[in-house]
């Protein structure tokens, strides 16, 4: 399959068309490279909040209420653009209300056959406990596809090994970031490759990039597409499948091999995954030592 990850910029939006010949114009431009599998970022919903006018976008509480009531038209379009174009879409996330107290960070996940399931966010930054009050959503899953097993860790998930091993059955792991400054996107970059790494696997990061001025909540953004592979038999020897360029608008493509990553499991010069239980045995007890 060849994967698509978006480095995206949220734009101010005059109406509802504006945003559906954005998405449509991604799409088709993603889809055009023959790209199967479009990854969108953390986030990138946020801009659905300038339908409401200046007031609500830049007011952290109302902007997160605007995008949460548009989402349901939203992934109607979503659907529609994957049945038409015939590819797997991750959605820009969003804040949802979904049955939970307060608004889980959520990115749903679309597929050319009508299909449609989503993940939540489990672990929030900091940012978003206080003052977003975001609350961690439903558990993680691995969506079983046309295309191999895919699944999701948003942004700050991505930096948790342990959310990673969940995972591990999952082919692609996808994740989709935004972050303000540089060594933010390098914690959720490192996070990704190191999930990569840990479950011999592919994972792609998307991100927000540029300025977005009129909102309290994600103004500034840095950031850029990228795929990973473990550094190891049938992939590069930097774990880079291909990178994108710092805060630059557009797809970033790579092509990904379901056999190879059968095949580094099997036959890797390392085997991170399958000897990963052995850690169990080493961590059972910590001989302290005194000083001396």
């Known amino acids: 399959m060849r994967i698509a990850t978006a480095a995206y910029p949220l734009d101010w939006l005059d109406s509802w068309a504006h945003y559906q010949d954005k998405l449509a114009d991604w799409v088709a431009t993603a889809a055009g490279n023959g790209a199967d599998l479009l990854v969108f970022p953390e986030y990138g919903a946020m801009e659905l909040s300038t339908l409401d006018g200046t007031a609500i976008a830049g007011n952290l509480e109302a902007s997160i209420q605007s995008v949460s009531e548009k989402m349901e038209d939203a992934a109607a379009l979503h659907l529609q653009l994957a049945a038409e174009y015939k590819v797997h879409i991750l959605g820009a996330s969003a804040p949802v209300h979904a049955g939970f107290a307060r608004p889980v960070n959520r990115a749903e996940f679309y597929t050319p056959t009508g299909l449609r399931d989503s993940q939540d966010k489990q672990i929030m930054t900091m940012f978003e406990r206080d003052p977003w009050d975001i609350a961690p959503g439903g558990p993680l ?6 295309l ?39 914690r959720v970059r490192i996070g990704a490759m190191s999930r990569a790494l840990e479950q011999q696997c592919v994972t792609a990061m998307s991100s927000i990039v540029g300025p977005a001025e009129w909102s309290e909540a994600v103004d500034v953004n840095t950031g850029m597409g990228g795929i990973f592979g473990p550094p190891d038999t049938g992939f590069p020897a ?5 990178e994108g360029q710092l805060n630059q608008p557009g797809w970033t493509y790579a092509d990904v091999d379901r056999s190879a990553i059968e095949h580094v499991r099997r036959e890797g010069v390392v085997r991170n995954r399958s000897h990963w239980e052995e850690q169990e045995t080493r961590t059972q007890s910590v001989v302290n030592r005194a000083m001396i």
């Not at 991505?158 to 970031?177: C, F, T």
């Not at 930097?238 to 291909?242: I, P, S």
Request: hydrophobic residues 50%; proline residues 4%.
């Open 141 to 146: 899953k691995i969506f079983d596809t046309a």
């Open 148 to 186: 191999g097993k895919i699944a999701v860790l948003i942004c700050y998930d991505s930096e948790y090994p342990l959310l990673g091993r969940a995972l591990a059955e999952a082919d692609v792991i996808l994740v989709p970031s935004c972050t303000e400054a540089l060594a933010g996107y390098w």
């Open 238 to 242: 930097t774990g880079v499948l291909a």
